[in-house]
């Protein structure tokens, strides 16, 4: 099984604000990175959209490390995910969660794979981290201007 490493970033300009996202995948030699943006979001969508068009761009079912500096993404899939959808989606204080759309479609597409989901802190020493930070950052900057036109 090919074996693939995701490292993951998000940001926003404001929050919500023109947000962007980023990610670096690395399989052996080869390396490829991913960003976009989006007009009115949030960081934590940007967060789960690194990780989600990370994982859409694998072809195959992989064995992934996938790598964050969000406690939200991590916690969520790893912790919260399937409590969430036993209780109809809806948080344990009754409040629905929130980002259900894109929660269900890391869902469905983590399910392809073997994923093994690591935090790290963010603006450390991870080359790779630091990367996708900026890449997610130019993202987020280029829809701002965009949206000043």
């Known amino acids: 099984m090919l074996e693939v490493?995701?490292?993951?970033?998000?940001?926003c300009i404001g929050n919500p604000g023109p947000g962007g996202w980023a990610c670096i995948l690395r399989s052996g030699e080869h390396t490829r990175e991913l960003s976009g943006s989006d007009q009115?979001?949030?960081s934590n969508r940007m967060e789960l959209m690194?990780?989600?068009?990370?994982?859409?761009?694998?072809?195959?079912?992989?064995?992934?490390r996938l790598v964050?500096?969000?406690?939200?993404?991590k916690?969520?899939?790893?912790e919260l995910l399937s409590r969430w959808k036993s209780n109809g989606w809806v948080k344990s204080n009754g409040e629905p969660v929130l980002n259900q759309d894109l929660w269900d479609q890391?869902?469905?597409?983590a399910q392809k794979?073997?994923?093994?989901w690591e935090w790290i802190a963010g603006h450390g020493d991870h080359t790779d981290q630091?990367?996708?930070?900026?890449?997610?950052?130019?993202?987020?900057?280029?829809?701002?201007a965009r949206e000043a036109r």
């Open 113 to 116: 794979h073997e994923i093994q």
């Open 75 to 78: 916690k969520g899939i790893t």
């Open 5 to 11: 490493t995701i490292v993951t970033d998000g940001s």
């Open 50 to 64: 690194a990780a989600i068009e990370g994982l859409r761009a694998l072809k195959v079912s992989c064995r992934v």
């Open 40 to 42: 009115e979001t949030t």
């Open 130 to 144: 630091n990367r996708a930070d900026q890449l997610a950052l130019q993202s987020a900057r280029a829809q701002a």
């Open 106 to 109: 890391l869902d469905q597409i």
């Open 68 to 73: 964050s500096d969000s406690q939200y993404l």
